[in-house]
């Protein structure tokens, strides 16, 4: 399996703009998790789907931010419009679910908003 | 709620020294725990898990025993080497339906030769 696959690897934009990053998860998993990675406040998770079906929300920033699922195979994290503080690196993951089992991780977009 | 709080960094070490990088955690019930790491430029991949108390999670020669009694799950290796270069982030996640991780703030490990 080629594993998690995210796009763009890196991204450079002007603030106001509107972003989208893509995910791509591994076959069969049912659960996707879409996380923001900063020095300043770590790993945060944002939102997760359970059978392409949003489960929990809490973690987006604001309305800014949306996230989807149209299929089990594509989601979709947009800003809109952008901001300097948006800037980070955003992780899609990807797991079975049941107990135990172990979230698969993307290589992440890396989004600079100027 | 549940936490895990880690080690602040960062660590430096030389070729085959010994490492311990403290976990601890707060939790209800009786979650699993895991270890990833992050290699430059990569996402997370799990590097070990516990899922009940006293298991102890090993891969890679590295190795972390789930405490009950102390909340705790810290992980050693007894001989690092320079590709263990990485942050290492430890995690819990409940054992009641909920698929959410939560994540320390990570460690960075950098080994010298």
């Known amino acids: 399996d080629a594993g998690v696959i995210q796009s763009p690897r890196h991204e450079v934009t002007e603030m106001g703009q509107e972003v989208t990053l893509r995910c791509k998860p591994i076959?069969?998993?049912?659960?996707l998790f879409w996380y923001r990675q900063t020095m300043m406040r770590g790993l945060e998770l944002l939102i997760y789907?359970?059978?392409?079906?949003?489960?929990?929300d809490s973690g987006m920033p604001e309305d800014r931010f949306s996230a989807k699922m149209p299929n089990a195979s594509f989601s979709t994290l947009k800003i809109q419009p952008s901001e300097p503080r948006d800037s980070a690196v955003y992780f899609c993951?990807?797991?079975?679910?049941?107990?135990?089992?172990?979230?698969?991780f993307g290589p992440g977009t890396r989004l600079t908003v100027l | 709620g549940d936490s895990v709080t880690q080690m602040e960094g960062p660590v430096t070490l030389s070729e085959e020294a010994f490492l311990t990088i403290n976990c601890t955690y707060t939790a209800t019930g009786y979650p699993s725990l895991f270890w990833y790491v992050q290699y430059p430029g990569e996402g997370l991949q799990l590097l070990l898990k516990a899922t009940k108390a006293d298991d102890k999670g090993s891969n890679k020669g590295f190795e972390a025993t789930y405490r009950k009694e102390t909340t705790s799950f810290h992980l050693e290796k007894g001989s690092v080497q320079v590709s263990d270069s990485a942050v290492y982030f430890c995690?819990?996640?409940?054992?009641?339906?909920?698929?959410?991780?939560?994540f320390g703030t990570g460690t960075r490990l950098t080994i010298i030769p």
């Open positions: 789907f359970n059978n392409n079906v949003p489960i929990d």
């Open positions: 995690a819990l996640k409940p054992n009641f339906g909920n698929e959410k991780l939560t």
């Open positions: 993951a990807s797991s079975l679910g049941l107990q135990y089992n172990e979230q698969f």
């Open positions: 076959s069969g998993h049912d659960y």
